[in-house]
């Protein structure tokens, strides 16, 4: 219920008014999102990198409506993309890209003119893209950029989300050889035809997925900040017998910082999902719903006079 009425107001233009005017709002959004510019984008990989995590960038802005907008998304990229090679960032930093953010909505063929244009740009900084999952409406979509993006880019990853009834059959889809998968529970509103509803029927269908991307061929990229999940990824890749070159986790950036640290100090490749920019009303909120004890926090810093 909470979490409905959060992801309803992330979508309301009045209350992303309040919420941006609001006098500590700034220190609330700097703890999940590295800061507004590509700068800041650098400064995070680099603290990130040196204590021995790897990184994915996400430009933040999802409602994009023009080509112009688009265009600008995808130039962003580029240039961060040349300045992580330029800095020695890659392959330990790659980026997440949204399709929405470059044109998906209006124009698919744009979107992935864009994307590729990234994949091209990543490629030439000796790194990789992975394309985020948006709502459900957008998934067969996606999945085809995917696919023909993945004809001159093998390693541009997916993203599957286990709240989806479809997704064990797109996991035994997508675990062919070379196939990067990151496996996320879910982070949108979605209706009870697709998806399921309840935590315990989502956790259940994420160890299924995990269980036929851990057995495939691919290379799983476990996204989950979920303890239960975590321990059960770790039994599988004992079980499976991947080590730290054929699977990793992920989690997002300000979010269990120290479980990051135990894992890449156990020797797992640990992946930081990196937002920057300064659209980050959507992506904020999304963590709100997720997690009551963010939006105490988060209460706390909107209502405080200090
Ligand atoms: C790297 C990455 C990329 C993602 N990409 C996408 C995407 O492309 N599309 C998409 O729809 N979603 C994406 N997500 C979001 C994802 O779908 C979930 O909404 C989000 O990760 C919350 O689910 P969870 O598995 O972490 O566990 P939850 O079910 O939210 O939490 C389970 C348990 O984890 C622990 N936990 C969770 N958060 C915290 C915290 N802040 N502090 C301490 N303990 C905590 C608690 O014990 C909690 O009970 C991504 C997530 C990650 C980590």
Redesign the pocket.
Known sequence: MLRSVILAASRSSQVERLVATAPYTRDVVRRFVAGAATDDALRATRGLVDDGLAV?LDHLGEDTVTPEQATATRDEYLKLLKMLGGAGLTPAAEV?V?LSALGQMFDEQLAYDNARAICVAADAAGTTVTL???DHTTTDSTLEVLGRLRKDFPSTGA?L?A?LRRTESDCRELSSAGSRV?L?????KEPESVAYQS?RE??KS?VRCMNILMSGDGYP?L???????IAIGEDRARWFDRGPERFEF???YG??PE?QARLAGEGYTV???VPYGDEWYGYLM?RLA??P??LVFFGRALISKK
């Not at 996320?184 to 949108?188: E, L, P, R, V």
Request: with cysteine; hydrophobic share 30%; glycine share 2%.
């Open positions: 994915t997440s949204k985020d999952m948006e993203v989300q709240y990151r996320c529970k879910g982070a949108y935590a989502v956790d994420y990229m996204a989950t900040h979920d303890p239960r999940m992920q989690m997002l979010i269990r479980e992946r930081t999902y999304r997720e997690r004890a963010n």
